[in-house]
């Protein structure tokens, strides 16, 4: 073994303290990096290859009815490879000892046609078959509603088909790629949706669409103009009380799973990003201290012939362990937290094979990565050193220009002499506190991102549930019916109250720019729908114009004043020009709201409603949805009570897992800063502390003067690392901005305390261990180290 080689293991076993926390913070960055993205990965994967085995469609449209001779002439559309029609149907569907109000998607399948697009995938039991002698129907259900009710092949529930109480009878289970996500209204609530696919003909005689389909799904060649298609098929099947065509944009599974893949790329990339930052600079500032203190070993070697080359060699050698051990550990640490978020994603998102793997490219990007960043923090750190000469080498650095504190300096202050020595000191090299500094509060500011999620949840589930909705059940009709009909619902028993609603599918276009949106029509002074801003603030329905969110006001580049062409998307399809009186930053989507009586008027509607929001007594929900199953126009119920706690099941424990992961991580980097700053400090200034203690300091007093700064540096950190936490939480979710959800920034007092406690306690054991080697200081040895 070379001499420099065994200088390597000399130095490794000396610092393996140092070297293990910063392993410890590259293993950080490295696992956090890895698994959040290959999580990514393996879901887009998963995702890509279910569409292809399951031939998802490119074009969708849903129709009142439509003759089946409809599909030949969708057919010949240039562009269209393939064309399937369906019979579909929402029911609302009661399953036996549950009282949760659940809307079925009822799907026909023709036994002896297999589906060619959107084809389901069986994952027990059989097919259903028709012609059953009870008169029940044979269903097939989605998977996830199947065990969330605990529902095997041979159970029943029952279905409101046409007006008919009808009973359905599980004969298995299945998966589509239609139907990933399952849940209403864009929540994951897979105890309130379900996907049933049953004969063909014997839900078409249910529905009397005999002869009839009111889906289709077109699969389009890959040079295929998709926007042209889709204005074919609209004007196809508009006069048949179509609605607009859509891409898979607007497909809500397709724009749930793309919305969860671009939000983890942006934590994907943000947050290792940070880690791996705080890993180069702990790795420059261990090595330039090293190396600052074997000034004389280094000389020594260039003295004795050693080319600069094979020092810096020698100092990446051992910088190597570090950063390859790090790298292995983040390399296990990425895999299983990967394999863990892979599982956190089955709760949602539904796949035949879902199974996690690191691409061998993303870990040779991540070896890439932190190779460059050690080797860059190495290189710089050893560069001042070996370019002087080796007799300017062997000399102790010049001392430093101590001079008075600018504390000192202010009238009326006497530091004591301790804190003069922490100010002098921290005046005499700023940079390397400033960096110190930066470092902690980096730890902050990622305490605080992780836990800003839950804080986030709260205020979305407040906002929403308690500011916006106040009702306690929403009921819907399948068209409009006179709103009468509110009194008809507000003389069930239990009913304390009812606001009626209208909501309307429509295109608004301005200049050469379009979206699709939704209008609701609320009362003038809603109680139990309101518009409730990120800001908790309640915004008032447009009288003589819409209230428009702002991220639809952006997208067609529209301010209040402005005037824009409304196109109703259903029904008579009128075309209006109307006023945009003001904007809203709402949490949900790309949607407007006017007064329902000036909706309707400036639609030449009458007085019609196609919603109700219920105001219900304590205890009386069961009651009231029961009663509403015997009404025939109400077509679907929400209970906010259901949705609210199927909601938190999920997504509450997935959240507190995250911020637990994420709170680990910077504990580790506040442990990797504050360790080696105070190890690094204690090396440097040994014979300095040594004299102290012989001039009559106290241990407590020595310990004062160099822990000292490092708790002056962390007080300092802490409101940095607040305000960097602030600043970081509001990049990162306008990076995950988009046209579904927006996060209301709404970080909690809370949040910040339990940011700066984690430090604290990081920062406070690493001193302590610090505290008892300055205890057991060798004067005698230290001082004739410096001699």
């Known amino acids: 073994m070379k001499a420099l080689d065994r200088k390597v293991f000399r130095d490794l076993r000396l610092l393996w303290s140092q070297a293990l926390t910063i392993a410890l913070v590259v293993a950080s960055g490295i696992g956090g990096f890895l698994a959040m993205l290959s999580a990514v990965d393996s879901l887009a994967r998963a995702r890509d290859a279910f569409y292809v085995e399951g031939r998802f469609g490119d074009v969708f449209a849903a129709v009142r009815r439509a003759p089946a001779s409809l599909a030949p002439r969708l057919a010949e559309l240039p562009g269209v490879i393939d064309v399937q029609t369906t019979v579909e149907a929402m029911a609302r569907v009661s399953v036996p000892g549950s009282v949760d109000p659940v809307m079925g998607q009822l799907i026909g399948l023709d036994p002896q046609q297999p589906p060619r697009l959107n084809q389901v995938l069986l994952r027990s039991g059989r097919w259903a078959e028709g012609g059953t002698r009870s008169g029940e129907l044979e269903t097939v259900v989605t998977e996830s509603f199947a065990q969330a009710h605990r529902l095997a092949p041979g159970a029943t529930v029952n279905a409101l088909v046409n007006g008919k109480r009808r009973t359905l009878r599980i004969t298995g289970t299945a998966l589509s790629p239609e139907y990933i996500f399952g849940g209403m209204m864009g929540a994951p609530d897979l105890r309130s949706f379900g996907v049933f696919w049953l004969d063909r003909n014997e839900l078409a005689a249910a529905l009397d669409m005999a002869g009839a389909f009111t889906r289709v799904t077109l699969k389009l060649a890959p040079q295929a103009s998709q926007g042209a298609v889709i204005d074919a098929v609209t004007r196809l099947l508009a006069p048949l009380g179509g609605s607009p065509a859509h891409g898979r944009d607007e497909q809500t599974s397709h724009a749930m799973l793309n919305n969860e893949i671009k939000e983890q790329r942006v934590l994907g990339t943000v947050l290792p990003a940070i880690f791996l930052a705080v890993a180069g600079f702990l790795l420059h500032v261990v090595t330039a201290r090293l190396v600052a203190t074997q000034r004389e070993q280094v000389a020594a070697l260039k003295a004795l012939g050693y080319a600069n080359r094979a020092i810096a060699w020698h100092y990446l050698k051992l910088v190597a362990p570090m950063v390859g051990g790090g790298y292995l550990l983040g390399l296990a640490l990425g895999n299983w937290l990967g394999e863990g978020l892979t599982r956190l994603y089955a709760d949602f998102f539904h796949f035949p094979s879902f199974e996690h793997r690191i691409p061998l490219l993303l870990a040779a990007l991540a070896l890439v990565i932190v190779g460059l960043t050690a080797l860059l923090g190495t290189l710089t750190a050893i560069a001042a050193t070996v370019r002087l000469s080796p007799a300017e080498a062997m000399q102790p650095p010049a001392p430093g220009r101590y001079h008075r504190a600018w504390l000192e300096r202010l009238p009326g202050i006497r530091p004591t002499p301790a804190l003069r020595m922490i100010l002098r000191n921290i005046e005499r090299k700023p940079l390397r506190a400033a960096v110190t500094t930066g470092g902690i509060a980096a730890a902050v500011a990622i305490v605080i991102m992780g836990n800003f999620f839950r804080d986030a949840m709260d205020a979305i589930v407040h906002t929403q549930f308690d500011l916006a909705m ?52 609320l009362s003038v002074s809603p109680e139990l729908q309101r518009v409730v801003d990120v800001d908790r603030k309640v915004a008032f329905a447009g009288l003589h114009g819409v209230l428009m969110t702002d991220r639809l006001a952006d997208k067609l580049g529209v301010k209040p004043g402005d005037t824009v062409t409304m196109q109703v998307r259903e029904g008579r399809r009128q075309t209006r020009e109307v006023v945009v009186e003001r904007t809203v930053r709402d949490i949900m989507g790309l949607n407007s709201f006017m007064e329902r009586s000036a909706l309707l008027q400036l639609l030449g509607e009458g007085h019609v409603a196609n919603n109700f929001s219920l105001r219900v007594a304590k205890g009386a929900l069961p009651q009231v949805l029961e009663a509403t199953r015997d009404l025939p126009r109400i077509a679907g119920a929400f209970s906010k009570a259901t949705l609210l706690r199927n909601m938190q099941e999920v997504s509450g424990r997935n959240i507190l897992i995250m911020s637990s992961i994420l709170t680990a991580f910077a504990i580790v980097i506040a442990v990797g800063v504050v360790y080696n700053n105070a190890r690094i400090a204690l090396a440097e200034r040994t014979w300095e502390l040594a004299s102290l203690r012989v001039l009559g300091f106290t241990r407590a007093e020595v310990s004062f003067i160099l822990l000292g700064e490092l708790a002056l540096g962390i007080a300092i950190a802490l409101p940095l690392g607040m305000g960097l936490g602030w600043g970081l939480t509001h990049t990162v979710v306008e990076l995950m901005r988009s046209d579904q959800f927006l996060f209301p920034v709404d970080i909690q007092p809370r949040t910040y305390a339990w940011s700066a406690l984690a430090v604290v306690a990081a920062g406070v054991a690493s001193a302590l261990v610090v505290r008892r080697r300055i205890d057991r200081l060798d004067m005698v040895a230290a001082l004739k180290t410096r001699e």
Do not use: K, M
């Not at 059940?473 to 709103?483: K, S, T």
């Not at 239990?494 to 029509?521: I, K, M, P, T, W």
């Open 470 to 521: 106040r009702g306690d059940l929403i009921v819907w009709a399948n068209d409009q019916v006179d709103e009468s009909a509110a009194r008809e619902l507000a003389r069930l028993p239990g009913v304390l109250q009812v606001e009626a609603g209208y909501r309307v599918a429509v295109r608004f276009s301005h200049g050469s720019r379009s979206e699709n949106s939704l209008v609701d029509g």
